[in-house]
């Protein structure tokens, strides 16, 4: 039986959300879907291709490839970004070589001398030397035809984005909501602390949908229950997503209570149980998803309140110190109100394959990319921010690593041991459809509500009631 649906229904609203869907699996497993998206899709949307830690000087260039395209971004002055395509206008060599075996190429370049025949390109993507231009006739004084094609680049958090649509919306009307609350963060005073790469046996979208939702926490990574709970909401703003926890009980809400930095299981002493919950997440998600600093004041709660210390009130003194120590060390806090600090949640999807899970000093982020023209395979990225001490930045590099816990640590570990099997899974006969969680998986419906919009194929569909 497939799922019975509403056949007349319209296109979902935001409320909608909220009611029981479904959604078609095409866009995980049909190789013409890839096709499309390659169409469709990454040509029109806002993407984000680098940091600009990794350019940081006048010069300094990284590439980024999606689908069949290869982009060079340029820092050509000391505030100017520039992203060309990646090939030469004379007869389209690539000008930097792009191998599937390295994650990004970095370097600095006055000019760039293209290998076949030598055709020279200035830091602005103006050509500056053709050997033996007179053949061409006069043709080739058109420096449009000569010049390397520039698309949009922008910047935000820190996060270089950009766009092949030369029509497209300005970038922060892209992120709209999100982007407001999430600049509270101050993404672009934080520094790589690690990044790792591997090619992965699923969709791209099966990869970023793996860390959509906390839902898989009960299910996944078992062990964590001992350690908190994990009952979650999902939200959607405009094309982005939130998750965070839930309290079910009012009384113990607090600004970091949806977020990764808050109290540990209600029924054990919230100055031991908060510090167990952190040092857990960190330690078993590659030292992500927190800092050594919460650790440490965290481990110090025991000794200094008393024993009977409110939860509300163990997470004010842990966020206090912490904010203390790091400030010791020349780590200053960015100014978060209470208010941002709960809209923010745990963790947000940035259509349409950036996910980004914040701390007030660190961010836990991934980036999936589609792996040549199989469905079944994707490129996916992770990667931890943090905030350093000026001049203790270690601006980490990409490292490939295998998808194991010794490389990733066990939690990833237990994700990754998902997404292959889902990717299996979903191809089955057998399977009527998807079945999403209406209240804490909706972020992944609201992905499908605007991958479908842009792709024409694949809304979600509410699920008839008996
Ligand atoms: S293809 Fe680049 S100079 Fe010929
Ligand atoms: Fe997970």
Redesign the pocket.
Known sequence: MRIPTVTDHGELTDEDLAEPLTYPVEAFISPEYVQREKELLWPKVWQMAARLEDIPNEGDFITYNIGDESFIIMRSTEDTLRAFYNV?P????QLVNTPDDVNCVKGRKKNFV?G????TFNRDGENTSILDKDDWKGVLDEKELTCLSQVKVDTWGGWIYINMDPDCEPLSDFLGEAGRILSHFEFEKMRYKWRQWAVYPCNWKTAIEAFMEPYHVAGTHTQLLKYGEFYAYSKPYGYHGVSGFDERDAANKNSQSSSVTRTGRKDQDPRISTYELIRENYETVNYAASTETLVNAAKRLVDELPEGTPGNEVIAHLMKSAKADDAARGVIWPEIPPEVMSEAGLAWSMFPNQTILQGVTFALCYRVRPYGDDPDKCIFESYALERFPEGEEPNAEWVHAEPTAEKWGSVLAQDFDNMEWVQRGMKSRGFRGTLPNPHQEQKITNFHRHLSNIMGTGAPQLIKKK
């Open positions: 030469c004379h007869r389209g060599r293209c076949f025949h030598g055709w």
